[in-house]
């Protein structure tokens, strides 16, 4: 299926995206799938509320409800073709082309009661009721011909050739009303030349009664309730035509600006169709005025509409409008509840942006097929963050052409949104449309302390958000996200601001922590969030062992080793999977420390690393060590940088 190109008109609304555009139709209008691939028939059955879909690509007849719900699926009927509804709604024919033959099937259990063979390869394909005789069009090109069923015989029997000496170029379309007895329709749909044929039936024996070319390539064609015209839809002509029977003169045209497809007539009169659509600008027209009036036109689909068979119809009320768009896994069954009434097609412009407590205009237009007075009532909502469920504005009246606008002086920013509604009347649909403006708000200040300042492990330290003016909020949350993938954003605090303008948090510093302070804004003053991030040391200490004494060289303090003992260090830091410590070992010569060796060390999950340091060999080596935390070095970056105190110790003999 082709995808239609957007007109220039939808397509300057999605470049403006500040005005919102809506064509609302009827409230209780439902559209859901169906499962029909190829619909080619529809018939509505009054007597049981029940629509029948023959579905040639699949062999079965689907059975829904009025709101296109499935009720049974009839399957087994190769390349199912035309139905007819008997008189009574009591039987439902199908036309078996792959089979050739007719099927009766009862439309109270939906099971067959009888088949009615047509012959070989007569492959029929079209149906209609009269006089007691159920009619059929049959065959493939120029060998083609009309039949039927005698249904009132004892045993019913099939007779064929009875086009009375019309040579049809296909199976030819069957139409009859019981508003005029003894009467069949037969369209020559297959070549341009061909005609619309009449037939008298009233002796039991068709007869032709007149007969004229009228362009060919019938599409579909629907009697009126009074039985004495058709309403015929052709390609190549941009309207329905209407016919008298008894001549086959023009009566009137209803007009449409794109190909028809089918049509249906309601039982008052009304004329509906479909039409190929190919620029998306309306698919489903419904003549309630006749054919001097503009249609009430609908957009139903955004597909090409489907160009065989026939799928649109009234219901038997003539209340409602069912129409299938789409096909394969994509058909749609549409239920028009009000389809005579015009749908209005509302807009409203509001500017991009405005100034809060300023003036700003808002316009729009509201269009139909059939006009609208000026003077029209239309009611307007402001929806903002002081009105979260909608103030009103009062009514406001449709000037001339459509077209209407009024001012207003928005007391809150953000977003604010203008909802205009149409309520309808006795001809025309309700509509609704919106459109938005982002006002503006002033920006509050606020501050939060301690951006860049690093602390010591564990150290408890008071984070102080500071809000200045605003209009009414005066709450705002306080979120830390500490350092490391184990640990999530958290809202630890939310608060009402002190007199001063101030709410604070205390943390214990164990990482590196990036806090933040939210304002969510209100009607005036804009939201607003401001982050510190703050750091913090690890807890680390160096502890040797296997000393046999201490004591002092000058005022630093020394472990007493003998030469051959060798020094145990044991690093004790705050754990982090995957954390190692840095060990740093230097030595004493002639009055100034040496680098003696550097290397990282994995710390248990007790926080714990033991290295053995050897031993030196000889009496008066003096040696210090220190355990380091390095941020990333150190495998990971959840804490800053930190030194542990050297520890001095020195080898005697």
């Known amino acids: 299926m082709r995808i239609r190109t957007l007109p220039a008109a939808t397509a300057l609304a999605v470049l403006f995206s500040s ?91 939906l099971t067959r009661t009888a088949e009615y063979p047509t012959g070989d390869k007569t492959i029929p394909s079209r149906l209609a009721y009269a006089d007691g005789k159920l009619w059929f069009g049959y065959g493939d090109q120029w060998d083609s ?40 329709l037969a369209l020559d749909s297959h070549i341009s030349s061909a005609p619309i044929v009449v037939y008298d039936t009233s002796s039991g024996t068709p007869v032709i009664r007149v007969s004229a070319e009228k362009g060919g390539f019938y599409r579909d064609a629907a009697i009126t309730p009074d039985g004495q015209n058709v309403v015929v839809a052709g390609p190549g002509k941009r309207a329905l035509t209407e016919y008298r029977l008894s001549d086959l003169e023009q009566v009137r045209t209803y007009p449409v600006p794109d190909e028809p497809e089918t049509v249906s007539v309601a039982p008052d009169g009304t004329v509906a169709a479909t039409v190929l659509d190919t620029d998306d600008l309306g698919d489903t027209y419904v003549f309630a005025g006749g054919s001097g009036k503009p249609a009430s036109v609908r957009n139903l689909s955004h597909q090409w509409m489907p160009w065989f068979g026939h799928s649109m119809n009234w219901s038997a009320d003539g209340r409602k409008l069912f129409v299938l768009t789409g096909s394969s896994e994509f058909t749609q069954f549409h239920t028009i509840d009000e389809p005579r009434k015009y749908v209005g097609t509302l807009k409203v412009d509001a500017p991009a942006t405005a100034t809060r407590a300023k003036s700003l205009t808002v316009k729009g237009s509201l269009t139909a097929a059939l006009a609208l007075p000026a003077g029209t009532p239309l009611a307007v909502t402001r929806t903002d963050m002081e009105s979260p469920k909608g103030k009103s504005l009062g009514t406001k009246r449709l000037g001339t052409g459509g077209k209407f606008s009024f001012t207003d002086t928005p007391p809150a920013g953000s977003k604010v ?180 060796a550097t290397e990282y060390f994995k710390l248990g999950t007790n926080g714990k690393s033991v290295v053995n340091l050897g031993h030196s060999g000889k009496s008066g080596i003096r040696a210090r060590v220190r355990s380091s935390y390095v941020n990333s070095a150190s495998g990971d970056t959840v804490n800053s940088t930190t030194h542990g105190s050297w520890t001095y110790f020195i080898f005697t003999s």
Do not use: C
């Not at 919102?20 to 209780?28: E, H, K, Q, W």
């Not at 018939?43 to 499935?70: C, E, M, P, W």
């Not at 690890?538 to 201490?550: D, G, I």
């Not at 004591?551 to 044991?570: L, P, W």
């Open 417 to 596: 949104t203008y909802t205009v509604r149409y309520a309808g009347d006795a001809t025309h649909t309700s509509a609704t449309a919106s459109d938005t403006v982002s006002v503006s708000r002033a920006t509050p200040t606020l501050t939060l302390n301690n951006n860049g300042k690093v602390y010591g492990y564990a150290k408890k330290v008071a984070f102080t958000a500071h809000l200045g003016t605003t209009y009414k909020n005066r709450t705002v949350e306080i979120w830390t996200d500490p350092f490391g993938a184990d640990k999530p954003k958290k809202r630890v605090k939310t608060g009402t601001v002190n007199s001063r303008g101030n709410l604070s948090v205390t943390l214990a510093m164990t990482r590196d922590t990036a806090v933040t302070v939210v304002f969510k804004g209100d009607a005036r003053y804009a939201p607003k969030s401001v982050k510190s991030t703050a750091y913090a040391r690890v807890k680390v200490s160096t502890a040797l062992s296997k000393h046999y004494k201490t004591g002092k060289i000058g005022s630093t303090t020394y472990r007493y080793f003998h030469r051959n003992t060798n020094v145990i260090s044991t690093t004790t830091m705050s754990y982090y999977k995957g954390r190692k410590q840095r060990l740093e070992l230097q030595v004493y010569y002639q009055g100034k420390w040496y680098y003696g």
């Open 145 to 184: 011909g009309l039949g039927s069923v005698d249904l009132t015989a004892e045993t019913p029997t099939v007779t064929l050739d009875l086009a009375a000496g019309h040579d049809f170029s296909g199976p030819p379309d069957l139409y009859a009303s019981p508003a005029n007895p003894g009467t069949l």
């Open 19 to 109: 005005a919102v555009l809506t064509t609302a139709p009827a409230s209780a209008d439902t559209t859901r799938p169906i499962a029909v691939s190829d619909a080619d028939d529809t018939v509505v059955d009054g007597v049981h509320q029940r629509l029948y879909f023959s579905d040639r690509s699949n062999d079965k007849i689907v059975v829904t409800d009025h709101t296109g719900k499935a009720v049974a699926t009839l399957t087994g009927l190769p390349q199912v073709r035309g139905l007819e509804l008997s008189p009574d709604s009591g039987t439902l024919y199908a036309a078996v082309y792959g089979a050739d033959k007719i099927v009766a099937i009862d439309t109270a259990t």
